[in-house]
C-alpha cells in the first residue's frame, strides 16, 4: 500500500489458518520492511505521480479547442452549430480517439522531464485497466494497481461558453515502468457524465439511464446540435414516426403539430456508451420531439 501525495509506503504480511477448505478469517497481520529495491520501485512511482499530476494541472489552463480542432473532428455532422461542439466524443469512436489524443498531446506536452515526456502515449478506448508494472531490474518487478485510488485528476475541455460546451474527464494512467531505463506510460480518460455539458444540458441528465425528455413545446425547442443528437446517428432507435394527422395537441401520437404545419412528434431512444474504471457503461435516455415529418 503506497500514498504517492505523502510518499509513504506500507507492506504487509496476512496469513490465515485453514483447515481443508475452511478458513478463519482473522488475520495475522505482520508489518515488513521494504527492501532497497521495492524502495527504489516507490520512489519511481511517486516521481511518475507527480509528473503526470503536475502536466494535468499545467494543461488546465489551456482546455479550449481551437474551430480547427472540429472541423477535422466533426466531418460528419450536418449541422454548423454541431461542427462546433463536443457532442460527437458521445456518438463517433473515431472523435472519441482523436479527442482523446488531442488531451494526452497537451498533457504530454506539459511533463518537464523529457526521459518520461518521450513514453506517454494515449491510450486505446477499450483499456480500462489501472494496473502498473514497474520493474528495477528484470527479476524485481512488482504490480501497482490504483483502483481504489482517493484523489483522481480530471481534466476539462471546452468549447465557447464552458457552461454551455465542456466535457469532464478522470485522467488515469498505467503502463510498464522501469526505473532505471526504458518507460511506456498510457493517458486515459473516463468521460466524467456529472460535470459535463452539452448544449446548455448537464451530460448525465441528457443521457441519464432510463430517463425521458420531453421537447413538444414548439416554443421550447432545443438546439440544433441536440435535435442532431436525439434524432441521427447509429447510437438512435426510432419507437414512433407520428403523421401529420393536424388538429391534435403536442404529445397526442396523431401528428400533434400544435399549429406548426410539416411537423410531427417522433419517439426516439439513444444508447450512449462510455469508459469508466470499471468497463465500459451504457445508457438509454427516450425522447419526445417535434420533427418535420418528411423525417
Excluded at 452539452?198 to 441519464?208: A, K, N, Q, R, V
Amino acid at each position: 500500500m503506497a500514498n504517492p501525495i505523502t510518499k509513504q509506503a506500507f507492506k504487509f504480511r496476512v496469513q490465515f489458518s485453514c483447515s481443508g477448505s475452511v478458513c478463519d478469517y482473522n488475520a495475522l497481520i505482520k508489518d515488513l520492511t521494504l527492501t532497497a529495491e521495492e524502495q527504489e520501485l516507490m520512489q519511481g512511482f511517486y516521481t511518475l505521480h507527480q509528473t503526470i499530476r503536475d502536466a494535468v494541472y499545467q494543461a488546465q489552463a489551456t482546455t479550449q479547442l481551437t474551430n480547427q480542432t472540429f472541423v477535422r473532428l466533426n466531418t460528419q455532422s450536418t449541422s454548423t452549430e454541431c461542427s462546433k461542439s463536443l457532442i460527437g466524443y458521445l456518438t463517433d469512436t473515431s472523435v472519441k480517439a482523436e479527442l482523446n489524443k488531442e488531451m494526452a498531446d497537451r498533457i504530454t506536452a506539459h511533463v518537464a522531464d523529457r526521459s518520461w515526456r518521450d513514453y506517454i502515449t494515449s491510450a486505446a478506448i477499450s483499456q480500462t485497466s489501472s494496473e502498473m508494472n514497474l520493474s528495477v531490474t528484470p527479476g524485481i518487478t512488482t504490480k501497482v494497481d490504483r483502483t481504489h485510488e482517493q484523489n483522481p485528476l480530471y481534466h476539462v475541455i471546452s468549447v465557447g461558453d464552458p457552461w454551455q460546451n465542456r466535457l469532464s474527464f478522470e485522467v488515469d494512467y498505467g503502463g510498464n515502468i522501469d526505473v532505471r531505463g526504458i518507460k511506456s506510460i498510457h493517458l486515459k480518460f473516463y468521460l466524467d457524465r456529472a460535470g459535463s455539458i452539452i448544449g446548455g444540458h448537464e451530460l448525465s441528465t441528457l443521457t441519464g439511464d432510463g430517463g425521458v425528455y420531453n421537447y413538444m413545446d414548439p416554443n421550447d425547442m432545443p438546439s440544433p446540435c441536440i435535435m442532431e443528437f436525439i434524432s441521427k446517428g447509429s447510437h438512435i432507435t426510432v419507437v414512433e414516426n407520428g403523421s401529420s394527422g393536424g388538429g391534435s395537441s403536442p404529445g397526442s401520437g396523431n401528428g400533434g403539430t400544435g399549429g406548426i404545419e410539416g411537423m410531427c412528434p417522433k419517439t426516439t431512444k439513444a444508447t450512449v456508451c462510455s469508459t469508466t474504471k470499471e468497463g465500459v457503461s451504457c445508457t438509454v435516455t427516450t425522447y419526445h420531439f417535434l420533427a418535420p415529418c418528411s423525417e
